[in-house]
């Protein structure tokens, strides 16, 4: 099937009966006619360090432990970084930065995360989005998204983390303004971003989920400190503080 709107979205992902038939799903979606423009273009035009490489240009799904506890959320892929390899946050400065603090805290098996196929694992831990195109000037419009949720809203139903920690100010608007419109209780006035600002939300059948604000990790923030390898790993030991020990 070929996704080529809203209505094939919510139903090809309303379909998947495992997380595998998720990402198998997503890659082919061709739902945002800007995104698909956008992708395709930046994998045929390249970067000139990658220029040897074949881009993905694609979307790119969730990544990490089918079992996670814990969410790790973004905005969406980077144009050279996930757009490129395939994998989120991985083969740029973010996911360095990422990943070496997860491997710091125990939830990744190596501090680098280059390619798709590099051999990384996460434990208690998946890596998701709630746009899967990488956008231009990273900005996808309140349509994009919107297509975009159903997705998110059944990785949720079959992952079911309990915690969620959002990755900037930009994702946390677009990450509560999914899970509004998949069903969940977001309470009014919406909370606000912030490090380490911690929010509970309710779903009727799903229970509830924490969402715990961290910085970005993008160089704006990690080349400033204003996120320091500290900060992150303090979130992330958070993190693992409200999942509990695992059973
Ligand atoms: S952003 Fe989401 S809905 Fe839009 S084309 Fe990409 S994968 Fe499909």
């Excluded at 710091?104 to 051999?119: E, I, K, L, M, P």
């Amino acid at each position: 099937m070929t996704l080529t709107g809203p209505a094939d979205v919510s139903r090809a992902a309303a379909a998947a009966d495992s997380l595998q038939a998720l990402d198998t799903i997503v890659p082919t979606c061709r739902a945002c006619p800007r995104l698909v423009e956008w992708r395709e273009l930046v994998g045929a035009e390249k970067r000139a360090a990658f220029r040897d490489e074949t881009y993905w240009a694609r979307p790119v799904p969730g990544f990490g432990d089918p079992q996670a506890r814990i969410l790790v959320v973004g905005l969406a892929p980077a144009a050279h970084g996930a757009n490129r390899t395939g994998r989120m946050f991985t083969g740029d400065r973010s996911g360095d930065f990422l990943f070496a603090a997860m491997h710091r805290t125990g939830f990744a098996s190596q501090a680098t995360s280059t390619t798709r196929d590099d051999g990384l694992t996460l434990t208690d831990v998946r890596v998701t989005a709630p746009v899967r195109c990488a956008p231009p000037a990273n900005d996808p419009t309140s349509d994009e998204r919107r297509t975009c949720g159903p997705y998110l809203a059944r990785e949720l139903e079959l992952v079911r983390p309990s915690v969620v920690v959002v990755l900037g100010a930009f994702g946390w608007q677009a990450l509560l303004s999914t899970l509004a419109e998949q069903g969940w209780v977001v309470p009014k006035p919406r909370p606000r971003f912030g490090h380490g600002v911690e929010v509970v939300i309710t779903h009727a059948s799903l229970g509830s989920l924490t969402l715990l604000g961290c910085f970005h990790v993008s160089q704006q923030n990690t080349f400033t400190g204003r996120l320091t390898p500290a900060m992150l790993d303090a979130v992330l030991e958070r993190a693992r503080v409200l999942v509990g020990p695992r059973g």
